[in-house]
Structures are given as structure tokens and as C-alpha cells.
């Protein structure tokens, strides 16, 4: 599957955004999805998940009541909306997938920028 993410952009601190990731393939809902950002000088660290029905979400517990991944199956697409957007959300933001039962994201999209001024 090849991944493609956008929407990212500069917003001001409060405001918000939502990250879009296309999906190539037909079997686009056996993947797990998730999103993943690096900010500059820091390691890659996970945002939120979904499975590949999206039945069930994981989020990072800095962006918990904030960011909601959701997913649309017949569309191939993923998304990412992101409220109350804070300085520290600045990041590349990637969207990654991998199939239930190997474990690990193997594919990874090629990540948009998110720059949120305070």
C-alpha cells in the first residue's frame, strides 16, 4: 500500500487542522492506521491509531481529549483533526499502516508539516 499524507500548514496556537492520509490499493481496510510525527531534533513518536475497522482508537496522552483519528474505508482515506492545537504539536506528521497480526507498520506515507505559531 502507498500512503500519501496532506493537509498540514501553519495555524495559530487554539486553532485546528485536519490531516488527510490517501490510501492506495483495494485492500485498504485490512490495515491498521496510524499517525506518527517528529519534531525537529527529537525522536518519531506516535500520535493515535485505529484498526482496520475502525472499531477502536489509541491516542498518545499528549493529545488525548485534543486529536481524533478516524477513518473512512470505501474512500481509502484516514484523517487526523486536530483541535486546541499548542506549540509542542509542531511536527512532520506521518501516517503509517500495517496488517493485524505481523505487528509493526510497514508502510509509511511521506509526512506533512505542521507548524502551529503561539
Known amino acids: 500500500v502507498q500512503l500519501q499524507a496532506s493537509g498540514g500548514g501553519l495555524v495559530q496556537a487554539g486553532g485546528s487542522l485536519r490531516l488527510s492520509c490517501a490510501a492506495s490499493?483495494?485492500?485498504?481496510?485490512?490495515?491498521?492506521m496510524g499517525w506518527f510525527r517528529q519534531a525537529p531534533g527529537k525522536e518519531r513518536e506516535f500520535v493515535a491509531s485505529?484498526?482496520?475497522?475502525?472499531?477502536?482508537?489509541n491516542y498518545a496522552d499528549s493529545v488525548k481529549g485534543r486529536f481524533t483519528i478516524s477513518r473512512d474505508n470505501a474512500k481509502n482515506m484516514v484523517y487526523l483533526q486536530m483541535n486546541s492545537l499548542k506549540a509542542e504539536d509542531t511536527a512532520v506528521y506521518y501516517c503509517?499502516?500495517?496488517?493485524?497480526?505481523?505487528?509493526?507498520?510497514?508502510?509509511w506515507g511521506q509526512g506533512t508539516q505542521v507548524t502551529v505559531s503561539s
Open positions: 490499493g483495494r485492500t485498504f481496510s485490512r490495515y491498521f
Open positions: 503509517a499502516a500495517g496488517i493485524p497480526g505481523q505487528g509493526n507498520y510497514a508502510y
Open positions: 485505529i484498526t482496520s475497522s475502525g472499531g477502536s482508537t
